[in-house]
């Protein structure tokens, strides 16, 4: 069974983008909306996935993101245009909030991306 590696953008509301890798997305995007990643992604609020692929080579996936990150912003948007031309947020059904309102905290859904 080959691993997958995720190459993904994240954007927030003023379409200010972030792009990374991961080996788990769900996990990864959790701890992105749940602000445990410090840095430019809280600090900027990016909390919607609005492009990702997968692959099953480590070293591609971190060269696609690097080639990603050195695009110009038009570049980018015109891949996420492509495939999402909506900005529709990709994994906003892999998680439901926690039912304990004291919790309120989200969780991962069954059958969301690893």
């Known amino acids: 069974m080959s691993k997958e590696y995720y190459v993904y953008v994240m954007a927030n509301k003023s379409r200010t983008l972030y792009t990374g890798v991961t080996n788990n997305l769900t996990r990864r995007m959790y701890e992105h909306k749940s602000k445990l990643v410090s840095g430019f992604t809280s600090k900027y609020n990016i909390q919607f996935l609005v492009y990702y692929e997968a692959g099953s080579d480590i070293n591609a996936a971190i060269a696609r993101e690097k080639q990603i990150k050195g ?39 069954n059958g969301a991306k690893n």
């Not at 948007?77 to 892999?94: F, H, Q, R, V, Y």
């Open 71 to 109: 695009w110009l912003r038009s570049k980018k948007i015109a891949l996420i245009d492509s495939m999402n031309p909506t900005w529709k947020d990709l994994s906003e059904e892999w998680y439901e909030i926690d039912p304990d309102p004291e919790n309120g905290k989200k969780s991962a859904v």
